[in-house]
């Protein structure tokens, strides 16, 4: 403590721990936020993290649409990731790995059901 103040020294104060899993909650949003194309039938994507000290490594899984421009879409959600945990949790980024888990068809230029000849 300071003199008489009552004011704590910024090294007294203490530290503010972020859990995993609010970092995990926090990836998740901006994986879904990054994607141009959600299918109705794709699962929420899904987000996993390994934080040590001031650092978060990333694993996003999701789904999507398909056609569409795959690694296109995986550099978006890297890039949204690393951002939103940078701005909401003050966390440096490293490593977003981003595992596709399904492509759903879009509706437009199917085949049809059925036989084509």
């Known amino acids: 403590m300071r003199g008489g103040t ?6 007294e104060r203490g530290q503010t721990r972020i859990a995993d899993r609010v970092v995990a909650k926090i990836a998740a949003q901006a994986a879904k936020e990054a994607v141009d194309e959600r299918p109705d039938s794709a ?24 056609p ?13 990731v690393t951002e939103r945990v940078r701005a ?10 981003v595992q596709v888990e ?6 437009a230029g199917t085949a049809p059901e059925g036989r084509i000849r």
């Open 68 to 80: 569409c421009d795959i690694g296109r879409q995986c550099g978006s959600v890297r890039r949204r």
């Open 102 to 107: 399904r492509l759903h068809p879009s509706g």
């Open 43 to 66: 699962a929420p994507p899904r987000a996993t993290v390994t934080v040590h000290d001031d650092t978060a490594r990333v694993r996003v899984s999701l789904d999507l649409a398909y």
């Open 88 to 97: 909401l949790a003050g966390m440096e980024v490293p490593e977003v790995a």
């Open 6 to 11: 009552g004011r704590v020294d910024p090294a």
